[in-house]
């Protein structure tokens, strides 16, 4: 397996990212841009708190064929109003699902985490302005941990988030021949990031500094989310969003296969993953630029490069108001 020169989703030719980041109001979003000539997609949804737009567009049946843009946006359902402004932005570029004498209609799915009330002052969430920001941003260089979508990202909030720590955006790529599969997560969980080990990297903290571990806590009939009005408060406030891209010509089932091998792979670095206070979703494009030798190899990788992924938002991630991240002790 050969390296690749960009260890981001952007190694595969073609694809951009840019972030729009509000770090007083802890949110912002993530736009991926696609071709000029778009990108077959799938999803797969994993969590049961999903908040989505467009997302009807990837099922294999529907008649677009391609997507233009995907948007990753803090803010909640609020937040999905944002996509506005990649629409905006890629129709005064013509890019889009051609309709005739009516120009274009880009076709943007987006998905939402919960940031709302993480910053100073009233909460804030990203408006469409500020998704044309984020395209006006993108490009081969992808920041990571906490910007964009993921600048007001938690993780390990099992027993409430006083006791969370930061989560954020990472991503990665790797390459096999010509072959290749990327990466980019933003982490916003109930449950705990663990490495290749199965140590806790960042989750849920006693008040000594040690971790409660998510699933044993759990098991042991803890309370989720502190329990009581925390946990009605707290209810849905997690999801962990992911991006896998291939230059691989996959059909859009195929591609819906590699969307559920994404989370498969999310589930090996989250734990509890998919919770029923989650709304984790994994999108899956291609470019179609060279032949496959079998989905499952584009599988494969993508169970390579998304823990690696999730590992690296947290790794790059910054504390902010009274949650610490990893990257404060560097």
Wanted: glycine letters at 16%; a neutral charge.
């Amino acid at each position: 397996m050969r390296d690749v020169t960009a260890k981001s989703l952007t190694a595969v030719p073609g694809i951009t990212v840019g972030h729009w980041t509000d770090p007083a109001g802890a949110t912002g979003c993530t736009v991926v841009l696609g071709p000029v000539e778009g990108m077959r997609a799938a999803a797969a949804l994993r969590g049961r708190a999903t908040g989505t737009r467009e997302l009807d567009a990837l099922d294999p049946r529907h008649l677009v064929e391609r997507i233009h843009a995907i948007l990753l946006t803090g803010g909640s359902a609020y937040g999905l109003g944002a996509a506005d402004g990649v629409m905006r932005w890629l129709r005064e570029r013509g890019r889009g699902l051609p309709v005739g004498p009516a120009g274009v209609v880009p076709i943007v799915p987006t998905a939402v985490v919960f940031d709302l009330g993480r910053g100073e002052g009233p909460p804030r969430w990203p408006t469409a302005d500020d998704a044309a920001r984020a395209c006006d941003t993108a490009g081969t260089d992808v920041a990571e941990g906490s910007v964009g979508a993921g600048t007001g990202c938690t993780v390990g909030k099992v027993t409430g988030i006083r006791y969370a720590m930061k989560g954020g955006v990472g991503t990665w790529a790797a390459r096999s021949g010509e072959l290749i599969v990327a990466a980019l997560v933003v982490v916003n969980a109930v449950g705990d990031v663990r490495d290749a080990k199965g140590e806790i990297l960042a989750g849920a903290r006693r008040p000594d500094g040690t971790f409660f571990d998510a699933v044993r806590y759990l098991a042991e009939g803890g309370a989720p989310l502190g329990g009581g009005d925390a946990a009605r408060s707290g209810a849905g406030t997690n999801t962990t969003l992911a991006v896998v891209a291939t230059n691989a010509d996959l059909s859009r089932t195929q591609l819906q296969g590699l969307a559920h091998a994404g989370g498969d792979a999310l589930a090996r670095r989250i734990l509890p993953f998919s919770t029923m206070f989650d709304g984790d979703t994994i999108f899956a494009v291609s470019t179609a630029a060279v032949p496959a030798a079998t989905p499952l190899q584009a599988e494969a990788l993508a169970a390579l490069v998304v823990p690696e992924a999730v590992e690296r938002a947290v790794r790059h991630a910054r504390g902010s108001a009274g949650v610490p991240g990893l990257g404060d002790r560097r």
